[in-house]
């Protein structure tokens, strides 16, 4: 089966024009078929701000009520998407944008209301909720996804849905048709032992450590979520996931000793 790298981006490199620049550059440079997940919950959160709406999380995931699904559909499926495909055209990386109600990629449903109300928050539900044929016509056309964190509920309605969770879902789809290497790439070095101390990070993450830094509050806030993003790709078919700094890209796509390896 042929390699796809699967790789997210996460807001902290996205408003950094240097370190974004590398990035991109690392990554139009990759060998073979790759597929970019973007966040950007920061800047979406920094622009709201501006136009006084006031960002509100729960467990990770933001509260999104009909003004800031307005307010995401234009940063993430606006401004940020567009400007990451502009650049990667720039580095000759023929990419192309889109969010999941493009060419119907990621079908979600509105979260189900139970202790909190999400609003226009989606999840996907399985498999076959991602086009995996238009995905893999792309590819094999030599283009590059490029996904802002946003699907759509088949009924006219676009979903936040968090970034960590469509490269997961994605993943997990298109292993189906390839040996997928997911990677979350973001500011620090991988998961670290000591969130103080960029040189303690941690070589490899099995479920039982998972618990066990869970625990003892070694990993916290947005990490859990990536984490268990991570494990839920792993046991549905996706051949390695490694979290990492995004300026460690190469190394991490080559299978070198950069970032944290999970697995089972
Ligand atoms: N042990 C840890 N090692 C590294 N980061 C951690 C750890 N525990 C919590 N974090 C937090 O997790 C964040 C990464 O997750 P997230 O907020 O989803 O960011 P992104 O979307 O940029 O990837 C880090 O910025 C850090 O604040
Ligand atoms: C529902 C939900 O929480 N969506 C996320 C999507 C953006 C995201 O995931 O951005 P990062 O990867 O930069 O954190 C949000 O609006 O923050």
Same mark, same amino acid.
């Given at each position: 089966?042929?390699?796809? /790298?699967? $790789? ?12 974004? &620049? ?11 078929? %790759? ?13 709201g701000? %501006?136009l006084g709406i006031t ?5 990770? %995931?933001? !509260?999104t009520d009909a003004e800031t699904l307005e307010l995401v559909t ?6 940020? /998407?567009?400007?990451?495909?502009? &650049? ?17 990629? !990621? ?12 609003g226009f ?8 909720? $991602?086009?995996?044929?238009?995905? &893999? ?14 699907? &759509? ?6 979903? /936040?849905? /968090?970034?960590?969770? $469509? ?71 996706? %051949? ?11 190394? $991490? ?12």
């Open positions: 089966m042929q390699e796809l /790298n699967i $790789i997210k981006i996460g807001g902290n490199i996205l408003d950094k024009p240097t370190q974004l &620049h590398r990035f991109l550059s690392d990554f139009a440079s990759l060998p073979g078929a %790759r597929i970019l997940v973007h966040g950007g919950g920061k800047i979406a959160s920094t622009i701000q %501006r960002p509100k999380y729960v467990d990770g %995931r933001r !509260i234009m940063v993430y499926g606006g401004l940020i /998407n567009k400007q990451v495909v502009a &650049h990667l055209q720039a580095l000759h990386c023929n990419a192309m944008g889109l969010t999941g109600a493009d060419a119907n990629t !990621i079908l979600a449903s509105k979260r189900t209301v139970l202790e909190v109300d999400y928050a989606g999840d996907v539900a399985g498999n076959k909720s $991602i086009n995996v044929e238009v995905l &893999h016509g792309m590819l094999a056309l030599g283009i590059t996804p490029v996904f802002a964190p946003l699907t &759509h509920d088949g009924d006219g309605s676009l979903l /936040n849905t /968090n970034a960590d969770t $469509i490269a997961s879902v994605l993943a997990t789809a298109l292993a189906s048709r390839y040996q997928v290497k997911l990677t979350y790439c973001f500011e620090k070095r991988g998961v670290l032992q000591d969130a103080t101390d960029d040189d303690s990070v941690i070589a490899q993450i099995d479920r039982e450590k998972f618990l066990e830094l869970k625990e003892t509050g070694v990993v916290s806030a947005g990490m859990i979520p990536k984490l268990d993003n991570a494990f839920a790709a792993l046991t549905q078919g996706v %051949r390695a996931v490694q979290i990492g700094d995004a300026a460690e890209i190469n190394d $991490i796509v080559a299978g070198g000793k950069a970032g944290t390896l999970i697995t089972l």
